[in-house]
């Protein structure tokens, strides 16, 4: 366990860093290792003497170095394993690394590529990182949490592995996505990596063909479920309040029935959040108020097609609602603004099987009895497109190429500019592509993705396409409420983490712009969120910081950037 002493001046900002670490113990630990940057005093006063090269290095010349060695690499795979061992050795030049070319590293580190290195976990493993908690482990946790937990954790990423993106149960291997989150919290929002923690329940897996693996590194069992898994998450979030009353517990990529019982169960209980509900629910909610300012049609006018509802598709519908109540609907109105469409096809109420999440938005029987359709049993995306003429579409299935071309034509032929988001992540499992998309629509559709996506030239003319990329909100959501130590993290705060993002989009100065910024800028929208968030935790009485503590002192106190502090020895 790493103990570690920051001093901050009186604005907040990093000034030094104190530690007993010496010799290889200092150069093993991934967050103080300076590599060839430790200056010749740090040499003498660390008894790094002779185990390092002669020449010193700034951490450009190191970063330079490093990029040469990424590009090197001939998969994106591979450049995901060498990126992911550079933060295992040195994590501010990786940090500095990334942040130089985050455009470009992003979709390496995150979606789409961190799908495969989830796949490839137990083959590509080398070294630990983050916390792995086994159902075999029931009667230790708060024992395994004592030996191994910082007192100054403020954020975990915890995950079980069953949801992972779009290719589902992956075990043990969801700790890459764990890693993957907190890393974008930390290029993200500048939250710093000493306070951050990733999180493996480890239920076992349904994926046979992961428990036939011989290399699997997991439970080998069928996944736990029902009240064993209940009580063992109960186990584990009584153990981490005890522990750390005040961290924020991030869930990820949780089965989807397991992932809205979990949200709803602990959410006034202590301070959390599910990324795949909230964090996609906010990020998409940015994305309609921005579409929304561009097709010209008021809010509360639009009818909404969500194309797979599963965790996406329901967060998604939940925060809509949530914004639509707040600007006068009730909640059952709000509700009918929503055709939801998953493996049944449209959802009624004649389907026995809604889960608790979708039951709220399964349209009246009597409602279909009108429509014109093949058959009644199974309504397809077209025949809804046709019958509802919808102005939003919405992709989170999963499912490639699901938005066809007639689809796509008819939705354009009823309204004059389409809102049309495919969401689904990786990009291979996108419901279309942006190009597809606007010559589809003669270039009328406004159009958000999931996936990174190179800009598409249409008419002669360059268009840079937005990223509806969950990571434009839980960094900055999750930066305001640790920032103010806040109890919980309402509605109100995440409608107002949409707004702001929003208020960040290109559209308000130019209506042919991308709904949403650059990832180079995600900094700014970040800061901007977390500025806001925070703002409401103090207003809505859930901040228990001191109150004459500003908000901007507040986010500068837990901030940090990658760059090489100075050290001092702590005497033992």
């Not at 989830?118 to 086994?134: A, D, H, K």
């Amino acid at each position: 366990m790493l103990e570690l002493n920051i001093l901050r001046d009186d604005t907040g900002k990093i000034s030094s860093l104190v530690t007993c670490l010496q010799d290889y113990d200092l150069l093993h630990t991934a967050l103080l290792n300076k590599g060839s940057a430790f200056t010749q005093a740090e040499r003498q006063t660390f008894l790094l003497a002779g185990l390092l090269p002669h020449n010193i290095e700034t951490l450009e010349q190191q970063s330079a170095r490093a990029y040469l060695q990424y590009q090197n690499q001939p998969t994106n795979l591979s450049k995901n394993i060498y990126l992911n061992w550079l933060h295992d050795h040195n994590e501010t030049l990786f940090y500095r690394l990334v942040t130089d070319h985050l455009e470009q590293m992003l979709p390496i580190i995150y979606t789409p590529t961190i799908s495969q290195a989830v796949e490839y976990f137990s083959l590509e493993y080398r070294n630990p990182r983050g916390l792995y908690i086994s159902y075999t482990d029931q009667k230790h946790i708060e024992k395994i949490l004592d030996q191994q937990l910082s007192p100054h954790i403020s954020l975990m990423v915890v995950t079980d592995g069953e949801g992972v993106l779009g290719i589902g149960d992956q075990g043990i291997g969801g700790m890459c996505i764990a890693n993957s989150k907190l890393m974008v919290y930390i290029l993200g929002a500048g939250v710093h990596p000493y306070y951050t923690l990733p999180v493996q329940l480890d239920m076992g897996t349904n994926n046979q063909q992961l428990l036939n693996d011989p290399r699997y590194l997991g439970w080998r069992h069928e996944r736990i479920s029902g009240q064993a898994y209940d009580d063992f998450i109960e186990q584990f979030v009584q153990a981490v309040k005890k522990k750390l009353p005040h961290v924020f517990l991030h869930w990820e990529d949780l089965g989807r029935d397991n992932a809205r019982r979990i949200l709803e169960r602990y959410q006034n209980q202590l301070l959390t959040m599910n990324g795949d509900i909230q964090g996609t629910g906010s990020t998409t909610v940015a994305c309609v108020l921005a579409g929304t300012k561009v097709a010209n049609i008021p809010l509360t006018d639009h009818r909404i097609v969500i194309f797979g509802a599963g965790t996406a598709g329901i967060g998604i519908a939940d925060e809509l609602t949530s914004l639509f109540q707040y600007h006068g609907l009730s909640a059952e109105i709000a509700r009918t603004k929503f055709w939801l469409i998953d493996k049944p096809g449209l959802l009624t109420t004649a389907i026995p099987t809604l889960s608790p999440g979708q039951k709220p938005y399964a349209r009246q029987i009597e409602e279909i009895q009108r429509w014109q359709v093949k058959n009644p049993s199974f309504i397809s995306l077209e025949e809804v497109i046709h019958n509802i003429k919808p102005t939003i579409l919405i992709g989170c299935s999963a499912v490639a190429s699901a938005f066809t071309q007639a689809s796509i034509t008819a939705m354009a032929t009823y309204v004059e500019r389409p809102i049309i988001m495919p969401l689904s992540n990786p990009t291979h499992k996108s419901e279309a592509t942006p190009e597809e998309l606007l010559h589809w629509t003669e270039g009328k559709a406004i159009i958000a993705i999931g996936g990174p996506f190179p800009d598409v030239t249409y008419k002669q003319r360059r268009i840079r396409i937005a990223q509806s990329n969950n990571a434009f909100a839980f960094p900055g959501i999750g930066l305001g409420v640790m920032a103010v130590k806040a109890n919980k993290l309402t509605n109100d705060m995440m409608r107002i983490a949409a707004q702001a993002l929003n208020e960040s989009s290109p559209v308000h100065q130019d209506k042919n712009a991308p709904l949403l910024p650059k990832i180079s800028e995600i900094q700014l929208a970040s800061h901007r969120i977390a500025h806001a968030v925070a703002t409401e935790a103090r207003q809505a009485g859930c901040a228990q910081i001191d109150p004459s503590i500003t908000i901007d002192t507040a986010i500068q106190q837990i901030s940090w950037e990658p760059k090489y502090y100075p050290y001092r020895l702590k005497k033992e």
